[in-house]
């Protein structure tokens, strides 16, 4: 899933500060499973706005609403009623969100209240990890499905570097080096040899650094 | 803050010990103090952040969870 | 190969090929454009060492480029290991500032990965990555041999340049470690400069292992070195440099010497290193790094019977 943080308190309330009236927009998507843009998540943080612009002494109407998902139009246009209601509308989902919400209204002005993050999935409760950079071309069967360019901070191909020590990286004792982990998958099972093997420079035209990207499915297409 | 202000306390008691001693004190005719106000909970694993942060939006200056 | 058998024709690569203990020093560029100050301890390694790694934002710090200063060496007549990261370079960049570094007359290359830059003083810097330093070996040698860029178009004139790379025998995990050497040779390494050693216990079982597997017949390995200024300093890079052995004994043996002496004892310890490497089994030379501590490196060189270092045209 997209995994995000909340913006803080201070950053959103300095987004909103010029309006009285706007719509909290919650997804109930990736951010709901990573408990941050959900239903929850949108009362939690609409009462948290009405107090702070009371402390202010100043008011602040906050409506509520969680669609399905941000990122489809289909449940964008639930909104299309209302929007024009507000001075503003704050989305509670990933960068996808608020974007199209944007296109949906164009004369709206939408802001984010979330910092996404990356794909990635919970480790434990309340703990989550990335796992795939979205780099648009797989090469974790090389590495027994464990991927260096999202998990490894240098996105080596041919890792562990010098900074490896105790099975962490060398940029923090909280992270683990995902090398240190494919290399002792390796020798367990006795296939070190894959590691012996060169691998190409890689083709970076599928990821970001080709240009934004579309993903077109012919036949579904109409 | 005057020294006559009196906090308004939103206290969210448990059904079965807090809110019961609370029940029981009003028997015994004991007087609490008036700007507690009292909502009962089925247990106090029922209360909510969102509880707690409408309390303080409609104007608790403090909340108590007692079970 | 050129004509007369050599890759690159750099001293160092003359002098290995000699069969000579090779003898390399490192001096890290300013952090600004104090060419005088660079050029001063230039002249502690003057005759002295046979090819000085010249540093490149060396723990992701920012300082001259080490294109520049390697340039600026080669003009005052000492011989630069020109060190290359890929933190802060994509493919364009890497294989420019490769002809760059040839065309202002370097002749040594050390391929590196590069230190994080959360390392260093500008952490919030975007890392590039493109490659890394096995695919930038690979591609050196394409670059030199093949003639050609990544993309196969042909380099009118290609760079010649005497390949190096690191090892680092106390990175984890160890059983790897000489594996990964073996492929940094594979992929084209002439040389190969370990990180600095202090477990001379674990380095003698990686170096044999080097040996069974005919490593030091493939590619020519120095052992590094970097004399310990004092007992916090060891202490300092046992606990915070990943990937940096030291030894509890060593710290005993500093702490053991005698006040203001501690120093004395880190050159001691690495001129004992020094004298066991020219015997060690499959090692072509040391490389010193003494760190903004160049001015020793005479003294050390001299004591560690390194001097004078051959000359070969």
Redesign the interface.
Known sequence: MIVADRKSLDEIQEMIKDYKKILLVGCKGCVTVCNVGGMKEVQVLSSILKIARKKEGRELQVEERTIERQCDFEYVEQLRADCDRFDAILSMACGVGPQFLAEAFPSQKIYPALDTKFFGGAVQHGIWEERCAGCGTCVIHFYDSLCPIARC????????????????C???EDVD?IW?II??KK?EQER?ED??T??A??D?RSARDGGPRKSIREELVQ | MNETFEPQIVAYCCNYCAYAAADLAGSMRLSYPSNVKVIQVPCTGRVDILYLLRAIEDGADGIYVAG | MSDNGLKSGSNLEKILKAGHFAFTGECGPPKGANVEHLKEKFEHLRGIVDAVNITDNQTAVVRMSSTAASAIMVAQGLEPNFQMV??DRN?LAIMADILGAYSLGIRNMLCL????Q??GNHPEAK?V???????LI??VKMMRDEGTF?NGEDIDVPPKLFIGA???PF???Y??RI??L??KI??GADFIQT?CIYNMERFRDFMKRAVDMGLAEKAYILAGVTPMKSTRMAQYMAKKV??IDVPESLIKRLKGAVNGKQAEEGIRFAIEQIEEFKEMEGLAGVHLMAIEWEHKVPEIAERANMLPRPKID
Not at chain 1, 159 to 168: D, I, L
């Open positions: 901070a240098k996105s080596l191909q041919h890792g562990p570097c010098g900074g490896s020590a105790n099975g962490k060398e940029i923090s080096c240190d290399v002792r020798m070190l590691l012996r060169y691998r420079f890689k970076w | 890929c933190r493919r990965s590069g230190d994080h959360q390392f890392n990555f493109d490659i890394d330093s096995m695919q690979a591609l990544m690191a090892s680092n990175a984890d995990p059983e790897f594996y990964r073996a492929n594979d992929a990180q990943p990937g």
